[in-house]
């Protein structure tokens, strides 16, 4: 079967899946032709495979196959009765987060005027199969059957161990850990690379978000509901 590692990009699925491998040993997967997160910081921390068959295959073999997705839940590779655990954090922390990412070889000037547009373009974006955050929380809020299960960004970056566990428990429950090996905290994966890692803070929107921008993401279609669905400021 094929349990969904979903979310909108930042949300923390990265951390998720080095989680995951390290805790029950399983390998990850992307719906994507090409893994750009381990191209980024290799394939081993996450136990990052080319998927071994189509995903129809996947999804009807009895063992679970954890594929991750950015996707919206309206995606064609994505059957109704497939299970997902979505990854959510605060979307304006998402846009931060993100917006950084994108400039983080910039400094100086260059940099804040990079950060400030690269926000923008990201609360604005309608189409592509990400979507914007509201859309894209949304679309996995409407699932129902079977409903996903819920990782809160700060819950996982306070405890993996316990977040990861209770959301396979509740999606593949005949899978057992395999080891008590520490899963690393997100400080150690910051060091390892400060670039993709960058904080792990929640709330970092509150000073680096410009107020024409805090606006500009309140008048998103679907943001206001997403946010108060999800109990977020």
Partial sequence: MIVWLASY???GNTFFRIALHRRYGVPTYTVYDVDGVAEQIGAEPMGARDRPTSLDDMRNAPDPYFVKTHRRRDDPAVAERDRAICLVRDGRDCTVSWAHL????LAGEAART???AEARAMIVRRTGGTGGWGQNVRSWQASTAPAP???RFDDLVTDPARAVGEAVAATAPGLRPVT???IPSFAELHARDPGFFRSGATGAHRTELPPDLHDLFWRQPGNAAAMTALGFD
């Fill in 102 to 105: 994108r400039t983080r070889s």
């Fill in 114 to 116: 990079a950060f400030a």
């Fill in 180 to 182: 008590d090996a520490p």
């Fill in 149 to 151: 299960v819920w990782v």
């Fill in 9 to 11: 990009p930042r949300s």
